[in-house]
């Protein structure tokens, strides 16, 4: 039997995600009568998480243990890079895309990967971890940039 104790962190940020995409979509739908849009919004606030399998693999090499990844285990390595969890990229991202007339496309993408980040922050109880430059800063030390893992130990 599963214990769900183990994997409640991760139910419960999946499906925080999942409503606030949920919303965000259902916005940009009723504005701009688009499902290319909304596919975007659920890029931008669900597949953003696709770094973290970047995490994984940069920590594990290419051997893929599903139980380890929803555990998180991969933060033993002690680096946190999540490379697309970056205020910087949303707002790069916009723009590129307002200055190409890709405004809406780009808003939509944005706005995804905003929901996303917000809700990460909240549940962190803090904003600066998902700024690239910040975890630059501290060349990626997850020790550093997210006090909350301190108790995880590097193996």
């Known amino acids: 039997m599963i214990n769900i104790d183990k994997y409640r962190h991760l139910i419960v940020d999946l499906s ?6 949920l919303i965000v979509s259902i916005v940009i739908y009723k504005i701009y009568l688009s499902f290319t849009l909304v596919a ?17 693999f940069l ?3 290419l051997k893929f243990n599903l139980k380890k990844f929803a555990l998180i285990n991969f933060l033993k390595s ?3 890079y999540i490379f ?5 990229l949303v707002i790069f991202i916009y723009f590129t895309g307002f200055l190409l007339g890709l405004g809406r496309y780009t808003l939509a993408l944005s ?5 996303h980040l917000l809700v990460d922050s909240l549940f962190q109880k803090a904003f600066l971890p998902y700024s ?5 800063w501290y060349n990626f030390d997850a020790h550093k940039i997210l006090p909350c893992f301190r108790n995880i130990k590097n193996s």
């Not at 706005?111 to 929901?115: E, I, K």
């Not at 690239?132 to 630059?136: A, C, I, N, V």
């Open 40 to 56: 975007l919004v659920v890029v931008g606030g669900i597949l953003i998480d696709v770094d973290h399998f970047i995490d994984y």
């Open 132 to 136: 690239l430059f910040y975890r630059m």
């Open 111 to 115: 706005l995804g990967m905003l929901g």
């Open 16 to 21: 925080t995600h999942i409503v606030v995409t």
């Open 59 to 61: 920590y594990a090499g």
């Open 78 to 80: 002690g680096k946190i």
């Open 84 to 88: 697309f969890h970056s205020w910087e």
